[in-house]
């Protein structure tokens, strides 16, 4: 019985292992996607991309600007916007609480200024270990700062969408940030400046309804799950079977709603070569 029980104690084990994406002892990482380990050191050097199979693990926002941006550039932009509670909800205070502590971020948002290969530029990311990178009154006042600061010193906006959507224990304050969000992008894009968007797993909801969908050119990480509402509500509400890949970035690039699939370690590159081709004359 004692071997039977030390079995099925192991099996159990290697079970929560596999769900938490760890094999303790053995510093192993089990991708969600293929069900493949791989060394924890090899995914860290491949900026959190499957060496198996390309599935993206989610970046934390700095991690992410530490990717992208060229390396002493990153000046972050309204660092201290607190996060708010306008409808005084049950128990939001605490799950605010909870998301700083676990991310050290004061909101979901990270806001910066910097260089991609030597051109100056504004950068904001959403970070979906914040309650899922949903927007609240303070995520949309961020973003927002961070529009018109890059249209008051004329530069290109790039921005990382990583989101749930809006923020349900903020009500109607929540759902008007796309509306604000999408007017500052409107008057950017009325002074002829560029704006690129970028979307993540997942980018859903109103984000995908105001700003993520805005921009003037739209990138997408491979496999990020793109839409407003999710493949098993749309499922239920027409009575039929969705196809194989719905609303992943590469159906959507098939679709026109994508310009372009780009895989993270191409993705500052990408970038920096748009930065460029954007510029006066193109000059290199």
């Keep these: 019985m004692s071997t039977i029980f030390a079995k099925r104690r192991a099996r159990l084990l290697a079970m929560k292992a596999i769900r938490d994406n760890y094999i303790p002892g053995d510093q192993l990482t089990v991708c969600p996607k293929c069900g493949g380990e791989s060394q924890r050191k090899d995914v860290a050097a491949n900026l959190s991309v499957c060496p198996l199979c390309g599935y993206h693990w989610p970046l934390g926002a700095y991690y992410r600007l530490s990717t992208i941006l060229d390396p002493g550039s990153f ?63 303070a995520v949309g006042e961020k973003i927002t700062l961070a529009i018109e600061y890059a249209a008051k010193n004329k530069l290109p906006l790039i921005l990382f969408s990583a989101s749930g959507g809006a923020r349900m224990q903020e009500g109607i304050l929540s759902l008007m940030q796309m509306a604000k969000t999408s007017a500052a992008l409107a008057r950017f894009s009325g002074k002829g400046l560029l704006y690129i968007s970028v979307l993540t797993d997942p980018t859903t909801g109103g984000v995908t309804a105001s700003f993520a969908s805005l921009g003037d050119i739209i990138l997408a990480e491979p496999g990020a799950l793109i839409g407003f509402a999710g493949p098993r509500v749309i499922q239920q509400t027409i009575g039929e079977t969705l196809p194989e890949g719905f609303q992943r970035a590469e159906y959507q690039e098939e679709h026109g709603f994508v310009d372009a699939v780009v895989p993270r370690g191409e993705l500052r590159e990408t970038l920096s070569r748009l930065l ?8 290199p």
Excluded: W
């Design 75 to 137: 000046r972050e932009l309204n660092e201290k916007l607190p996060a708010g509670d306008p409808l005084s909800f049950p128990g939001y205070r605490e799950k605010q609480r909870a998301a700083q502590r676990k991310t050290g971020l004061t909101e979901a948002a990270v806001t910066a200024s910097g260089t991609i290969g030597g051109r100056k530029c504004v950068v904001g990311v959403l970070d979906s270990r914040f309650m899922m990178g949903s927007m609240s009154a």
């Design 276 to 283: 460029r081709l954007h510029e006066k004359g193109g000059r």
